[in-house]
T-cell receptor, first 115, second 110 residues
Framework: GAGVSQSPSNKVTEKGKDVELRCDPISGHTALYWYRQSLGQGLEFLIYFQGNSAPDKSGLPSDRFSAERTGGSVSTLTIQRTQQEDSAVYLC?????????????FGPGTRLTVT | AQTVTQSQPEMSVQEAETVTLSCTYDTSESNYYLFWYKQPPSRQMILVIRQEAYKQQNATENRFSVNFQKAAKSFSLKISDSQLGDTAMYFCALGNDMRFGAGTRLTVKP
């Protein structure tokens, strides 16, 4: 595709509900990254994928967070039993290959609001 | 562990003036890349400039340049001839696993 896309762009959910956030990377990019950005804050690294594999899940804030990637392409970030502190913008990025520090291309983000 | 520190939460500059944003980092890697990203109010992160650690020459990209001091682990961004469109959050990042600093909010005043 022309760029990294994320859906939905905005999501409002009630506390305790589960949410799924989707990321479509640039075609051919094998590395995919998820970040969380709280209001006015920097980027908190959550997880990265090389292909369908996520070698390091230590950045996920709690066991309510999980992510998967299928077919080396689309990735979903799932948050179970959402809490108000999960409210943030979730950014996805992709790059050619994790082993080389290529430029990351970012999506527009999903703004999650937990009420 | 790799860390990135941006010690200036906010800065402002007059249009057409020059401003320098600071970034320090820590890594045990011998070869790595450093990046400056810009995030305007639209929220879209955009790469501004990239520096390869094994290259001693400082990277430049039009009005943007870096002062890379490897021994001091310092990587500052200089913006010359500041324009109103430069108003944004600026993030310093360290490859390979892309650790980001907390960001500096830059406002360019007319």
């Amino acid at each position: 595709g022309a760029g990294v896309s994320q859906s939905p762009s905005n999501k409002v959910t009630e506390k305790g509900k589960d949410v799924e956030l989707r990321c479509d990377p640039i075609s051919g990019h094998t590395a995919l990254y998820w970040y969380r950005q709280s209001l006015g804050q920097g980027l908190e690294f959550l997880i990265y994928f090389q292909g369908n594999s996520a070698p390091d899940k230590s950045g996920l804030p709690s066991d309510r967070f999980s992510a998967e990637r299928t077919g080396g392409s689309v990735s979903t970030l799932t948050i179970q039993r959402t809490q108000q502190e999960d409210s943030a913008v979730y950014l996805c990025a992709s790059s050619l290959d994790w082993r080389m520090p290529y430029e990351q291309y970012f999506g527009p983000g999903t703004r999650l609001t937990v009420t | 562990a790799q860390t990135v520190t941006q010690s200036q939460p906010e800065m402002s500059v007059q249009e057409a003036e020059t401003v320098t944003l600071s970034c320090t980092y820590d890594t045990s890697e011998s070869n790595y890349y450093l990046f400056w990203y810009k995030q305007p109010p639209s929220r879209q992160m955009i790469l501004v400039i990239r520096q390869e650690a094994y290259k001693q020459q400082n990277a430049t990209e039009n009005r943007f340049s870096v002062n890379f001091q490897k021994a001091a682990k310092s990587f500052s961004l200089k913006i010359s001839d500041s324009q109103l469109g430069d108003t944004a959050m600026y993030f310093c990042a360290l490859g390979n696993d892309m650790r980001f600093g907390a960001g500096t909010r830059l406002t360019v005043k007319p």
